[in-house]
């Protein structure tokens, strides 16, 4: 594993976190359902965007067991959503 490009990420995420912190606003119980998917959204494309270009000189690389858990990962997500629309593993595992 890439010491260099884990701790990069790790303070990344970690000053994401403050910057919650430090805005004032509405707490996610306040907001509404289309309000939350669409800041869900809005975070996801900007994380993506600022990953790709934080890794682009030193790629972040995965160990291949964390492959194979994700992949297990969503292969069972996808299992769920297809036996109940409605299922989420995000609420699911949102208590671990």
């Known amino acids: ?7 990069r990420v790790g303070k990344d995420f970690m000053d994401r976190f403050q910057a919650t ?8 119980n306040q907001l509404s359902d289309e309000e939350k998917r669409a800041i869900n959204k809005s975070k996801r494309a900007k994380l993506g965007e600022e990953f790709l270009t934080m ?7 995965f160990p291949p067991t964390w492959t ?17 629309p409605k299922y989420d ?4 595992a ?3």
């Open 1 to 7: 594993i890439d010491r260099i490009a884990v701790e």
């Open 21 to 28: 912190l430090n805005t004032e606003g509405e707490w996610d």
């Open 55 to 61: 890794n682009s000189d030193v790629p972040f690389i």
């Open 68 to 84: 194979f858990v994700f992949r297990a990962f969503m292969s069972l997500d996808g299992i769920g959503k297809t036996l109940d």
């Open 89 to 92: 593993m995000t609420k699911i």
């Open 94 to 96: 949102k208590p671990y």
